[in-house]
């Protein structure tokens, strides 16, 4: 054994013995035919695109609430204020994208100028000016702004219903404040949903490009240098970057900003369905033939999906020819389409697939705070969803999360009694016997009961 051992060490100092004097031009030979070709680089395609990528700097002041101290309640009295609030100034940053030159038109996130007073964009060659801001949709997430300048580039937009998981995405940002940052990967899948975010409409194109504060409202392209996504959101903590990134899809974003620039506000798309997701349960209970698409449970009287002759229990697996993967995916994409657009569904009814023409009606959308509605909800906001009555925002430590109830959660009924709008919601709370309520709460696949006094 021994003697194997030695002959394999005098091997291994042999060939490193060799190695050591061969001359260094014959043993990097690759590094010779590499300097008589083109290395690939992204860098010709770069000088093109980030251009039409800007820095978005705001100020402002907003609301900030404060729950009062218990040990100084008592200053207030019985019927004092729970909370304090006060308007505080604030700066943010963010980034944009040019999509018209002509026009002076950039596309970012709502979030990077909500409550903004002032908003600044700065060019890649350094110029700077004031933006004014056309219009925003705080549930997508998209505001478009306006600046007066000459020599603009614009971003061309791509056909995000086109992509495909696997395709090379780049992010062109100023994460950090860090101007004309660049990151590469892929696209790591499509249509995503359910990040929590309240009210939002949710389709996400999900990138393993980095992505960090600062690069939202940035741009994500293609290898050609398209638009692809507005980049929005990270699953992360401390908002740093994990490969886990989320931008909204350029198709969504140009329906919205259509609707901001003909109507100056988003006026969405009602389609007049209440449904779930396809999952392997249903697909097994009622013997589908697909696992992807939007379950119709119910078609709202008088709706759209109503005169088109959808009918409960249909699936919807298309809009427009294209593919869609659940119903939080039809419901984003129906209500950015907007009010007045004909589609054509791709429905599988008794087995076999139809096309279904549809007209989309203007969704009505009432948001109220609960405090109206009745004492322990107060901290809660809702809304009158395609969805239902949602819970689409809860203060922390407030009467309504006390009581249990969360952001995202659907009021469904009252006492056993159905509701469906906030008439309904208001006219059985004024109803209840005794000044007790039984919630019923649809959270996420369950269904519980929550009691308020």
Known sequence: MNKKLSLLSAAVFAAFTLTAVTPANAALPFLNRANQQEMPTLAPMLEQATPAVVYISVAGSREVRQRVPDAFRHFFGPRGPGELREERPFRGLGSGVIIDAAKGYIVTNNHVVQDASEIQVRLKDGRTFSAKKLGADPESDIALLQIEAKDLVQLPLADSDQLRVGDFAIAIGNPFGLEQTVTSGIISSLSRSGLNRGDAFEDFIQTDAAINSGNSGGALVNLRGELIGINTAILGPNGGNIGIGF???????????????????????????????????????????????????????????????????????????????????????????????????????????????????????????????????????????????????????????????????????????????????????????????????????????????
């Open 247 to 453: 931008a909204i899809p350029s198709n969504m974003m140009k329906n919205l900003v259509d609707q901001i620039l003909e109507f100056g506000e988003v006026r969405r798309g009602s389609l007049g369905v209440r449904g779930s997701n396809v999952t392997a349960e249903l697909t097994k209970a009622l013997n589908l033939n697909v696992n992807r698409g939007a379950f119709v449970g119910e078609v709202l009287p008088d709706s759209a999906a109503a005169k088109a002759g959808l009918q409960s229990g249909d699936v919807i697996v298309s809009i427009n020819s294209n593919r869609i993967q659940s119903f939080d995916e039809l419901r984003a994409k129906i209500a950015t389409l907007g009010a007045g657009r004909e589609v054509t569904l791709g429905v599988l009814r008794d087995g076999r697939e139809r096309n279904i023409k549809v007209t989309l009606q203007e969704a009505a959308s009432t948001t109220v705070e609960a405090t109206e509605l009745h004492p322990m909800l107060r901290g809660a906001t809702l809304s009158n969803t395609e969805r239902g009555i949602e819970i689409t925002a809860i203060e922390a430590n407030s009467a309504a999360a006390q009581v249990g109830l969360r952001q995202g959660d659907l009021i469904v009924g009252v006492n056993r009694q159905r509701v469906s709008n906030m008439n309904e919601l208001r006219r059985l709370l004024e109803q209840r016997d005794g000044g007790v309520a039984a919630l019923n709460i649809q959270r996420g696949d369950s269904l519980l009961y929550i009691l308020i006094r």
